[in-house]
């Protein structure tokens, strides 16, 4: 994974995150019991959650899995913009599952994003997204303070999607 954009690989499964970064830590409720924690995995590391929020992606194999190459890609035509990425970890375990991706050269930000399902001691089933990233190109750059804006309402819309998903 030498093609990674930054040195913290596997931040986002440590506390606290990397200083030098904007972070971002969001949960959203999506359900109740181990049903939906199920469904909510499969959609989360087939990419199936990403495609139903209508994010464009391609990756070099059918689920997450370290090393598998991802490109997100969000808009149409010539104002698509992508973003390539590598999972660096992922999590297949009784109460949680998920991955995270970090991010590859021609990134528009340069950091580590991690997506799980999380099933609690109350039964509820938590979608929960932690990151750190800093301007990567001068659009980054120039879009300041909109961008962690921008994370969070596409954050609520993946939250939205995973929670129709989960609960299919």
Request: charged share 20%; glycine share 10%; proline share 8%.
């Amino acid at each position: 994974m030498t093609d990674l954009t930054y040195p913290e690989v596997g931040g986002t499964a440590r506390s606290p995150l990397p200083p030098g970064y904007h972070h971002l830590h969001e949960e959203l409720p999506i359900g109740r019991g181990r049903a939906v924690l199920t469904a909510a995995g499969e959609a989360l590391t087939t990419f199936r959650m990403h495609r139903a929020a209508g994010t464009g992606i391609r990756s070099d194999a059918p689920r997450a899995a370290p090393g598998v190459a991802v490109e997100v890609s969000l808009g149409v035509g010539p104002l698509r913009l992508r973003a390539p990425c590598r999972v660096v970890w992922t999590a297949d375990e009784a109460d949680r599952i998920g991955f995270a991706y970090g991010t590859r050269e021609g990134h528009p930000e340069c950091g580590e994003e991690a997506f799980l399902a999380e099933l609690r001691a109350d039964g509820t089933v938590w979608f929960t997204v932690t990151a750190f990233s800093r301007p990567a190109q001068p659009l980054t750059r120039l879009a300041g303070p909109l961008v962690p804006v921008f994370q969070r309402a596409y954050l609520r819309r993946l939250g939205r999607t995973l929670r129709r998903l989960a609960n299919a």
